[in-house]
């Protein structure tokens, strides 16, 4: 980010919770500010993150008050360093917003509220949830929904239990199976039968195996969502850069239609085959880049 541009734009704060949708929401924040900016350019981004075990001791015994001061300490750093509003790349832990909200520093963009927001603008009306099962049982998207008037499916307990399983014991790992992506498909498959015409991606982590190209359903990427809504608030009243010209680099700024074309739900990732083998996790952004992008996942 130029000086010209923190001039402008509003600072991001990330409250981190799980490593992988953190990253795809950073990465997404950083790579689409371009559409904004002009080349390379996004606007300042910070993140805070306690670890995964931290949030997880008190989500086990129900606590979402504790939950909440977890969230609130990373907030007070965040705004100690600058910024101007905050995000958290994890539906879950947004349970824990009311305990503290009146007490953070700075305000909050809802994950929820932005999912609800795109289904009434893409015209859905009845949508499956999917998400740690935590997440499910939950009020977070119920509450958000029926505000606009939007049905919603929760899967049933047995597939709550499952998705849970993938999500904590391989997704949160970057551990990545073609097994994973089959069951998401089956559920989100019946969800479709459950007259559902579009499924909410209510984990951060999920968008990373399920997309459009993939999905019985449309898919509704609540991590890319959140991260498109920040972006859009950091740089309200920001004229729009010209497209194409050079950004002083020898290097034509991307066209939005570019950007959103290399970067939409259906961002490639790698099925692996192995779970525990770190040799056969999820490339990193420099070994992409190297070895070259796989294709997205293909429909069973």
């Known amino acids: 980010m130029n000086r010209e541009t923190s001039a402008t ?4 704060g990330i409250v981190g919770c799980s490593a992988e949708g953190a990253a795809l929401c ?14 390379h350019d996004h606007p300042e981004v910070s993140m805070h993150t306690h670890s995964l075990a931290e949030y997880m001791k008190p989500i086990y015994r129900d606590d979402w008050a504790a939950v909440g001061e977890i969230m609130l300490s990373s907030a007070q750093k965040l705004a100690k360093v600058g910024a101007d509003f905050l995000i958290c790349p994890d539906n879950t832990v947004h349970q824990a917003l009311p305990y ?3 007490r953070s520093p700075l305000p909050w963009v809802h994950i929820a509220e932005v999912v609800a927001g795109e289904a009434v603008a893409r015209g859905f009306r009845r949508l499956g949830l999917t998400g740690t099962k935590y997440l499910v049982e939950s009020e ?9 008037g939007i049905a919603y499916v ?7 239990e499952e998705i849970n399983r993938i999500i904590f014991e391989e997704l949160v790992y970057g551990v990545f199976k073609p097994e994973a992506v089959a069951y998401f498909q089956k559920v989100m498959g019946r969800l ?13 982590e999920i968008p990373l195996i399920m997309s459009d190209a993939n999905s019985p359903l449309p898919t509704l990427d609540s991590t890319r969502l959140l991260a498109r809504a920040a972006l859009r608030r950091a740089v309200k ?32 990732v790698r099925i692996e085959d192995h779970e ?18 796989h294709g997205p996942i293909e429909r069973e």
């Open 100 to 102: 503290f909200q009146s």
């Open 237 to 268: 009243g920001v004229p729009a850069p010209a497209w194409g010209a050079s950004s002083g680099t020898g290097l034509a700024a991307p066209r939005p239609d570019a950007v959103e074309d290399a970067h939409h739900d259906g961002d490639p």
């Open 154 to 160: 929760r899967p049933d307990t047995a597939e709550r």
């Open 9 to 12: 734009t509003q600072h991001i």
């Open 26 to 39: 950073y990465r997404t924040i950083c790579l689409e500010g371009a559409q904004f900016l002009g080349a």
């Open 192 to 204: 479709k039968d459950d007259g559902c015409d579009a499924v909410v991606l209510g984990c951060t």
């Open 276 to 293: 525990h083998d770190p040799r056969h996790r999820r490339q990193g952004g420099a070994e992409r880049l190297r070895d070259g992008l």
């Open 140 to 148: 977070v998207y119920p509450e958000k929904l029926s505000a606009r």
